[in-house]
Structures are given as C-alpha cells and as structure tokens.
C-alpha cells in the first residue's frame, strides 16, 4: 500500500484498530477487560506488592514470556526491563492490528515513544558510592569502575530512545520515530501528536505508546523525596486523594495503533473506536490552574457532543493537589450539561506516568468497541454505576507534577467502521 504524503484539505478520521496491554492485570486487551470490567465472574481487585518496596505498596507487572515478543536473545539480553516491558507490548499492539509480519506497512509505519530517562544501574552506582566514601575511598578506583562499566551510551541509565530503537529493530517498524520524555505529559504529547499527524495526512499509520517499570528502587526513591508515593496500607485513587494524597506505581505497557479511517478500510481493519479530539496543556500549578486549564479545553473539545452521559476513564494519580483540581473540575460538568460517569483506572492497574494516557485510551477504546464499560473501581461515592454504556468517553491526564490534558473518543457504527 502506497503512502499519501499529501496534506488533505479535510481532517481525516483517527481510527484506533490495535491495542497492546501489559501490566500487573495480565497479558492483552481481553485479559484486561475481563479484569476490570467485573464481566468475568471475579471481584474488581487490583493486584499488589506489598512486601519488596515497604512501606510503599506496588502494582508488580505479571509473569512475561519475553521470547514470544522478543525472539532474538542478543536483543533481549541488552534491554532492561522497561525497555522488555514497552518491546514487548508494542509487539502485542502491532499483531492485535494484524500488522505483525507486513513489512510492506511497517515499513512506512510512523513511532512515538514516550518514554522516562531508562533505569540506573544499581549495582554500578553503589561501586562507585562505596569507592568515594568511608576509610577506603579511592577515587582513582571510582575512574575505573567508569570506565570499565558504562554503557556504550556513555550515560548511567539507559536512554530514552533505545526504546523506538529496539522497536525498530525487534518489530521491523522503520518509519519515522519519535521520542517524548516528561512523565505523563510524554504519553499526552505522543497521542497528541499522533492525532495531529494523522488528522491533518501527515500520516496514514502509526505506533504509539509508553512503558514503566515501576519495580525500581531508584524510582521509588526520586519520587519519594519529591514526597510523592502513598506509603501506607493501599487505597483506591479518590481514597487516596481524601486522606492526603500519593502515588502507587504501577508496571504497565501500553501501546495503540493509530491511522487514518481510510487506510484503515484499505487494509480492512477493524477499528476499536474513533478519537475525536484532544487538548494538552500546562501551569504552574498555583491554586485552581489546573482546573481552569481543563474548563477551558473541556469547552473546546466538547463542541458539537452530545449532552447527557458521558464517559470518563481517569488518569488520575492520586497526588493531592492535581487529583483534587481533577475532581473538582469532574464534578463541575453537571453545570454544562454532562453527567460524567467517572472511572479511574489507576485504582487496578497503579500510576505509569507516560504510559498512564496511552493505556487509559486503550482502556476507552476498549469499553466502546464493546458497547460496555467498567464497574465503578472506588469505594469513596466518587464513582456511581452506570444506567448504561456511555457512546463517548473522555480520558484524562492530570500530571501528579505539570501537565493537563484531554482525549475524547467515540464509538463507530457499523456503517462507519466499513
């Protein structure tokens, strides 16, 4: 299939028609419905590691087969577990979109990666921490350790890139690529920016998506003397937010295939939903700035929607100033002619900063390919059941630090999905 380069005077349809999902849930976009959606006959109830980062609870991802995804063991053996994570769930996109395999489309498949600055190595840096300090301190020892134990990247941590790399090479996706980093506004900037391109026929078919390991002391230590993780007994994410607010981490890959409706029906593709539209922006987070960037982009991204029910899957991280500003903007929609239906996904799945927007699409697309939605996943009031599925849901992405932002879709009929 030919590409076409050339701008379109009309927006063309952004169809999502490939969904990847790894996390403490399980393997795959049924496994993570029948999960969360209380369909399966078991209780709504999130997964949890209690014991190796105390007093900080965690969501460990499950139990992986890397090889299925990652064939070669030179590129397993190389990667780190972030790296597996987002390799491997990209993988699990690309063959739910039946894309794996057709070199003819990968090759003028477009990537976005959001992706953190990669994992330290532990076991380097207390090398290099034990030959600087105490009676044996020997800074001629720290060179060597440098110089014997970095990486090629000259870098302590892995970069941010080596992900769309690994990709590329696992999965053979060799269009352009791209890489966002900034926590969970990279995982609203590459979905925005997927939209843009594909919208406006800069693109006609794209990989987009991010991964975290939340299983890292390094990790756990960054944001803890930010004073951000929740170090007590778990609660839900609005629990959370009332009783002075916290992160849980959560291990969790999330990838989508996006692309035009038209490539898509060449292809013959089955769309899971459509994405409408989509805000980004950020503040400095004085009182009531958030909220009022998210009125505002509310406004314009809900022109010409239909008032009444509306779907909202949360992003929410439980931090307390953002989850709060959240809420209050949440609620306030009652007086613009919405009743949200609100569920936030963090309470099952933990936080994964960027990629917390890419899996809350997911999670969306899901609901409406379905023509079902979640149970309410919080005890706290905050979230009703539903009378019915929602035929449009909004996703949100409040940053526990900078970053707002809103994704709306909405379902397909089956004359449109032709």
């Not at 087969?65 to 790296?83: F, V």
């Not at 922006?281 to 809900?302: I, P, T, V």
Request: proline residues 3%.
């Amino acid at each position: 299939m030919k590409r076409n380069d050339a701008m379109s005077k009309e927006n063309a349809d952004v169809w999502i028609t490939g969904i990847g999902l790894l996390s403490s849930l399980g393997e795959g976009a049924d496994v993570h419905w029948a999960a969360m959606s209380g369909k399966s006959g078991s209780t709504v109830t999130p997964v949890l590691d209690n014991e190796n980062y105390a007093p900080y609870p965690v969501h460990p991802l499950v139990e992986v087969d890397y090889a299925t995804q990652i064939q070669k063991r030179g590129d397993l053996r190389q990667m780190e577990p972030w790296q597996r994570i987002g390799t491997y769930t990209a993988g699990l996109a690309l063959a739910d979109a039946g894309l794996s395999g057709d070199l003819d489309a990968l090759d003028h498949m477009d990537m976005i990666v959001a992706a953190g600055s990669g994992e330290r190595d532990a076991e380097m840096d207390q090398k290099v921490l034990e030959s600087t300090t105490g009676d044996n301190a020997n800074k001629g020892n720290s060179n060597e350790i440098l110089k014997s134990e970095l990486r090629p990247t000259l870098f302590l941590a892995q970069l941010s890139n080596l992900l769309a790399g690994n990709i590329s090479i696992v999965h053979k996706v060799t269009g352009s690529s791209r890489t966002y980093m900034g926590e969970e506004l990279a995982g609203l900037a590459s979905i925005e920016n997927a939209y843009n391109r594909i919208s406006k026929g800069q693109s006609d078919l794209m990989l987009i998506g991010g991964a975290n390991n939340a299983e890292r002391k390094d990790s756990l230590l960054i944001f803890e003397l930010g004073q951000n993780l929740w170090g007590d007994e778990f609660k839900s994410i609005w629990e959370r937010a009332q009783a002075g607010g916290g992160l849980v981490q959560g291990s969790v890959g999330a990838f989508l295939v996006m692309e035009s409706a038209k490539h898509a029906k060449a292809r013959g593709a089955k769309p899971y939903a459509k994405l409408s539209g989509i805000s980004s922006d950020r503040c400095r987070r004085d009182d009531g700035q958030a909220k009022d960037n998210l009125d505002r982009q509310f406004d314009e991204l809900s022109k010409g929607m239909q008032k009444g029910t509306l779907g909202v899957l949360s992003g929410a991280s439980g931090a307390k100033q953002a989850t709060a500003e959240e809420l209050a903007f949440l609620q306030g929609l009652d007086d613009k002619g919405f009743q949200p239906v609100t569920r936030a996904y963090g309470s099952m799945m933990g936080h994964s900063f960027e990629a917390q927007m890419p899996a809350g699409l997911a999670l969306a697309a899901l609901a409406l390919s379905k023509g079902e939605y979640l149970e309410p996943l919080d005890g706290s009031g905050v979230e009703a059941s539903a009378d019915a599925a929602p035929e449009q849901i909004m996703v949100t992405s409040v940053g526990h630090w900078r970053g707002e932002g809103l994704a709306l879709l909405t379902s397909l009929d089956s004359k449109e999905a032709k």
